[in-house]
């Protein structure tokens, strides 16, 4: 009996996840996706998040990076923590659905497309864009 | 890492230097022998494929008896998986101990929703073991839980009963 209740207990728990998700899931998709171009290539972020980001730091470089692998929280936690260790980083976002990585850097950072790209393969993922946003 | 399971509980630490391969320590002990087993672990990458909606790694890993190298495993396991399903298996070689335990295993997950970082994500899995010494398969359901650096993993069968795996990614 009790391990009936304990099962009941954690499909509950599960079942009230799924709902919560599905709802936001919903809400983020009202947001329309960015197409501009960078670099010759479209951005292809999800623009709600994307304005959000760019707001939290006015004035900073936006760096967009496009990543393989990144199918799940843990391969994606080891990307905050290298790139939380550079203090020319100012802010970090990690999006799973998109695939992307936002970084912001300080205004007179220079962007070193080759370093970041290091620090992603380093993470056991690949880069397959890094894209700097003009403000 | 912790794992409490039929045949073994135990707790490991392991370092990853670079992608891949990591270094480890582990304090097993064996239920059916009664006895301790600590060893030095090797995992190694042998291979991995990203793509922009899956990951797939192939790993070779080893160990071996700290106070007696008699003792000592190797394994051969793997997995695939997108933000919504995971498939994995696992063969895996133990000697020393009083025994030899050949063990294969195979583990499928769905995702029910797609959490965002830092969110709780859920996973409901099945796993199906077999190994040399009880030769029947046994096959249970497991129900994943992970946020952030921390993770659970619960099975349970009425033979071998609970099966609770916990890790801390630091």
Redesign the interface.
Known sequence: MK?FLLAAL?LAA??S??A???M??MHSHEGHVHDTMVDGRKLSVDAERFDNFVSAVPGDQIVVISV??M???????GIEKTFGKDSSVTKID????S?KVLLSYSPDTEIDRASIDKNI??????T?AIQVVEK | MANSGAQTDNIYWHYTP??NYSLGLDYQRDKISGEAFPSARLTY?IN?K??????RNLYLKTGIGLDNSTNHFYALAGDW???RLFAGFSAKQVSGMGYELFEQSVKLGIA???????????W?MIESKKDNLDDRRITYPV?RF????A?IEVG?HKKTDWDVHLMY?F
């Not at chain 1, 990690?94 to 659905?97: G, K």
């Not at chain 2, 029910?112 to 859920?122: E, N, Q, R, V, W």
């Not at chain 2, 992970?146 to 650096?149: A, I, P």
Request: proline share 2%; hydrophobic share 30%.
């Open positions: 391990k954690l599960t079942a996840q799924a919560h998700h599905e936001g899931h393989q692998g199918v799940c929280d843990f391969c994606a936690r990690v999006d799973l659905a695939g393969l380093n993470n056991g993922l690949n397959t | 670079n992608i990458l991995r990203n793509t922009a909606t899956s990951q998986e997108t933000r029910p929703y797609l959490g965002a970082y830092g969110d709780l994500h859920t409901l129900l992970f946020k952030g650096g993770l349970y990614r």
